[in-house]
C-alpha cells in the first residue's frame, strides 16, 4: 500500500484581499501589510486585486491588540491603494481566496476577478470620486425633557400646579407629568430622526442605516449613519452644522473613508 504524505500548508497557499481596483499591470507595495507582510497586485484584465500571500485560514486571535492591530493594518493598505489608484472597492477584514490541487491560490483569484469583473467595473465607476463618511447624532434626553418642559404649555401648567398642591396630591400631579414628559420626548425623538435623515439624505448619493450604539454619559444616540458623497462637497458640512445648533443634539462627523458599506462582491 502506498502513503501519501499531505503537503503541510504554506504562506503561498491562499491569498488574503485587501481590495480591488483598476490596474493593467502588476504593482508593488512592499511590506506594509497584515504583520507586515508583502503586498502586491494580480492583475486580471483591467482590474486588479491588492493581495499579500497568506496560509488558508483566517486570522483569528483572543487578544484584542493583535485583532485591532490587524484590522489597522489592513485599513492602512486600503487607504495606500486608494493613494495609488484612486478608486478601490475595499473587501472586509479576512477576504482570503485558497488554492488547491488544480489551480492555486493565484490563478482562482484571477478565474474570481474574471468572474465578478461586470460587477467590480460597475462599482467602480460608481464609486468614482466618492467616499465615504460616518455621521453619528447623538442627544441629552435629560436636557431635552427639560427644555420641553418649559417649552410646551400644557406640561409648563402640570409643572406649576403640582408646584403649588399639597404633598399627596402634588406626588399624584408629578407622576402625570412625568407620564407626560416621557410621551412627549418620545414623540421629539422621532422627530429629530425623521427631520435630521430627511435634511442628510438631500445633499449625499447614498445613506445605510447602522445600528445604534451606546453612547457616553448622559447622551444617546439617535442616529447613525454612512454616507456616500462626492470628496470634497461641503454640503453635508454645512447641514450637520445647522443640526449641532438645535438645543441638546451633538455631532460627530468622520471621514473621508474608502466606501466599506457600499461595496458589496456577493
Known amino acids: 500500500m502506498t502513503t501519501h504524505q ?58 484584542p491588540e493583535t485583532a485591532q492591530n490587524w484590522v489597522l493594518a489592513h485599513q492602512r493598505v486600503v487607504s495606500a491603494a486608494e493613494e495609488t489608484f484612486s478608486t478601490v472597492l475595499p473587501m472586509s477584514f479576512n477576504m482570503i481566496v485558497h488554492g488547491h490541487a488544480k489551480d ?55 409643572r406649576d400646579e403640582a408646584l403649588k398642591k399639597p404633598k399627596g396630591l402634588a406626588y399624584m400631579l408629578q407622576q402625570k407629568l412625568a407620564k407626560a414628559t416621557r410621551e412627549a420626548v418620545e414623540t421629539q425623538a422621532n422627530f429629530y430622526v425623521e427631520d435630521f435623515y430627511a435634511r442628510i439624505r438631500q445633499c449625499v448619493n447614498e445613506v445605510r442605516v447602522e445600528k445604534l450604539k451606546k453612547a457616553d454619559g448622559n447622551e444617546q444616540m439617535l442616529l447613525n449613519l454612512s454616507c456616500l458623497m462626492e470628496k470634497g462637497d461641503s454640503a453635508l458640512g454645512n447641514v450637520l452644522e445647522e443640526i449641532q445648533e438645535t438645543e441638546g443634539i451633538s455631532v460627530r462627523f468622520t471621514g473621508p473613508w474608502p466606501p466599506y458599506s457600499f461595496v458589496n462582491v456577493g
Open 104 to 158: 492555486d491560490a493565484a490563478s482562482n483569484l484571477q478565474s474570481w476577478l474574471a468572474e465578478k469583473h461586470d460587477k467590480f467595473t460597475h462599482f467602480l465607476d460608481k464609486l468614482t470620486g466618492k467616499a465615504e463618511y460616518g455621521v453619528q447624532i447623538f442627544w441629552d434626553r435629560q436636557l431635552v425633557a427639560k427644555a420641553l418642559v418649559q417649552k410646551e404649555p400644557k406640561l409648563r401648567e402640570m
Open 6 to 63: 499531505i503537503a503541510p500548508a504554506t504562506d503561498k497557499a491562499a491569498m488574503y484581499i485587501y481590495c480591488v481596483a483598476r490596474a493593467e499591470s502588476n504593482g508593488v507595495f512592499g511590506p506594509i501589510g497584515l504583520e507586515d507582510k508583502p503586498v502586491y497586485t494580480i492583475v486580471a484584465g483591467d482590474i486588479c486585486a491588492v493581495v499579500h500571500d497568506c496560509r488558508p485560514e483566517p486570522y483569528q486571535s483572543e487578544d
